[in-house]
């Protein structure tokens, strides 16, 4: 049985700490869309920091991924359970910058 939305949402924020406001919405194929907002820093112009991942679970894992990530650079001392992933982020994103340049490298 899979999770309502509601119990994805309640998770994801428990996991990603107070400085998070987590939310999730329905993407055009009724997809879940993970969207964690820092309630502490702002993106461009006035608006929050957030990342804005869709796709059921390899969504959430890159929408934690980043704010994991954001956590590490911008917030050091902030304390969250997601925190524990942080290696896991890190390794995730070597790979994939990995993948990247291995397909700049290809073309040409």
């Known amino acids: 049985m899979t999770a309502s939305k509601s119990a994805r949402e309640r998770r994801a924020a428990a996991q990603a700490g107070p400085l998070a406001k987590v939310r999730i919405d329905l993407g055009p194929q009724q997809e879940f869309v993970y969207k964690v907002t820092c309630t502490v820093c702002t993106g461009k112009g006035d608006r929050p920091w ?3 991942r869709p796709g059921g679970d390899n969504g959430f894992l890159a929408a934690m991924d980043r704010w994991v990530l954001h956590l590490h650079e911008k917030h050091r001392d902030a304390e969250a359970p997601c ?3 942080l290696p ?3 390794q995730r994103l ?3 910058r990995g993948q990247q340049q291995a397909g700049r490298d290809g073309q040409g």
């Open 50 to 52: 957030s990342t804005y």
């Open 83 to 85: 925190l524990e992933f």
């Open 88 to 90: 896991a982020a890190q």
């Open 94 to 96: 070597h790979d994939r």
